[in-house]
């Protein structure tokens, strides 16, 4: 085969190979759009198809939504939070279930959607040993008996952020970087997929990360 057969089977794969990267990612992307709108849109498709005989796709998602924002209406009163506290505290005593529903809960209240007090701060810490740095969170602050200002800061876990360590550090044994705490959660759950651009350490000029007793 001629050296210029080659090279156009060269040029013909490279093109290939680029219009599958761009192709691939966008037909992930709509294929899971489409899977989501499907399982939401038959939530309710049989109810309404019993009771009015009739559906059109959509309708069953369009309803799906309408009846999550009624619930929160209810629930932005006092008797409706009543209720949730109530629900609440049955659901955390079934068995099996209850695992499912306190994992679903704490990733949407560390997600922010709670009116719960989010995280301070993100930053970057030594773990899980010298020389690694990982996400984490500061969470709040404290003294010790010298009178040292102490941070508390929880380190997650990747993709589900709900499980992790907290850590009692240092100033010098933080790293300040330009990473919202919006930005540094979306980076754990996508497992670095999605992480922000031009993000960039603050030296705060206190030493390095090593971990010095407390």
């Given at each position: 085969m001629s050296s210029s057969n080659n090279q156009a089977l060269k040029t013909l794969r490279n093109r290939f190979l680029t219009g599958l990267a761009f192709v691939l990612p966008i037909g992930a992307a709509?294929?899971?759009?489409?899977?989501?709108?499907?399982i939401i849109d038959g939530l309710l498709k049989p109810v309404i198809e019993f009771f009015f005989n009739w559906y059109f796709p959509g309708l069953g998602l369009l309803v799906t939504l309408v009846l999550i924002y009624l619930v929160g209406l209810i629930l932005s009163n006092y008797f409706g939070k009543q209720i949730l506290g109530w629900v609440d505290k049955i659901l955390v005593?079934?068995?099996i279930f209850n695992q499912v529903y306190?994992?679903?809960?704490?990733?949407?209240?560390?997600?922010?959607v709670s009116n719960k007090v989010s995280f301070k701060e993100a930053v970057m810490v030594e773990f899980p040993r010298t020389g690694m740095?990982?996400?984490?969170f500061i969470t709040n602050e404290t003294t010790n008996s010298a009178g040292e200002k102490l941070y508390l800061v929880y380190v997650p876990g990747s993709p589900n952020p709900t499980s992790g360590f907290l850590e009692l550090?240092?100033?010098n044994q933080i790293e300040r970087v330009n990473v919202s705490v919006e930005d540094a959660m979306k980076t754990l759950i996508s497992c670095g997929l999605v992480f922000p651009d031009n993000v960039q350490a603050i030296d705060v000029g206190k030493g390095d990360l090593h971990p010095n007793k407390l």
């Open positions: 709509l294929g899971l759009l489409i899977w989501v709108f499907n005593k079934v068995p306190n994992s679903a809960k704490q990733v949407i209240e560390t997600l922010g740095h990982s996400l984490a550090l240092r100033e």
